[in-house]
């Protein structure tokens, strides 16, 4: 069984401070998606990474595919208020089957 | 692009009864959709996988004949809570699957709360 380790869990931050939330596994995957969720609506897609090492940027949030495609990292560069929310990572088993795990999320409040 | 619609998007029922919910994909055709359930809190967890054409496939310890998936159309696919039960009350939320260059990708509708009294 495929798992995706999410971590935090929880981060709660200053206004402007930088954060990392990490999503490990034992395993491959073929794509990692990486979600961002307001309370009472559905995931909203930020990024899709397909290559080993693949780094791309969205204004302040730096998404990383490791070189083994096994992990992945999002990087918030001066976090705002409005980041706050739920992130979520999921991987697309090696299958490619368009299937995803999720990880356990990471809670993300970001204080004025 | 890429915009999935769910009615509706809150409903209240009576224990016993039953409730359909439906999601659509509004501008493109989605073979596959997918089902999760949310607790609050936490992170999503499948249920089923829906094919357009083809019975769904439930996950480990779903109740198929319970949580009814039709996906009658490429655009449609609907979820009926059947003999709905107070711990039935949850977040649901389903996605339509389209290939986005070298990978699928889930698009999400914005989710229907489920209140079973």
């Known amino acids: 069984t495929q798992l995706l380790e999410q971590s935090p869990q929880f981060l709660s931050i200053q206004e402007g401070e930088n954060l990392t939330v990490y999503c490990n596994s034992s395993s491959v995957f073929s794509s990692l998606q990486w979600y961002r969720q307001e309370p009472g609506e559905g995931p909203v897609l930020l990024v899709t990474?397909?290559?080993?090492?693949e780094v791309k940027k969205l204004k302040r949030l730096t998404f990383q595919f490791g070189d083994a495609r096994k992990d992945s990292s999002l990087h918030i560069t001066a976090a705002q208020p409005g980041d706050t929310g739920l992130y979520l990572c999921a991987g697309d088993g090696s299958s490619n089957t368009g299937k995803l795990i999720f990880g356990q999320g990471t809670t993300l409040q970001v204080k004025p | 692009g890429a915009v999935v619609s769910q009615h509706p998007s809150w409903v209240i029922c009576k224990s016993g009864t039953s409730v359909k919910i439906e999601c659509r994909s509004l501008?493109?055709?989605?073979?596959?959709m997918f089902w999760y359930r949310q607790f609050p809190k936490q992170s999503l967890m499948l249920m089923a996988t829906?094919?357009?054409?083809?019975?769904?496939?439930?996950e480990q310890g779903v109740e198929k004949d319970k949580f009814l998936i039709n996906h009658a159309s490429l655009t449609l696919s609907t979820l009926t809570v059947t003999s709905a039960h107070p711990e039935d009350s949850s977040f649901y939320i389903c996605?339509?699957?389209?290939?986005?260059?070298?990978?699928?990708?889930?698009?999400f509708g914005p989710g229907t709360r489920l209140t079973v009294t």
């Open positions: 829906s094919n357009e054409g083809s019975k769904a496939t439930y």
């Open positions: 501008d493109f055709q989605a073979t596959t």
């Open positions: 996605s339509a699957q389209r290939r986005g260059g070298l990978a699928y990708e889930q698009y």
């Open positions: 990474v397909v290559t080993g090492g």
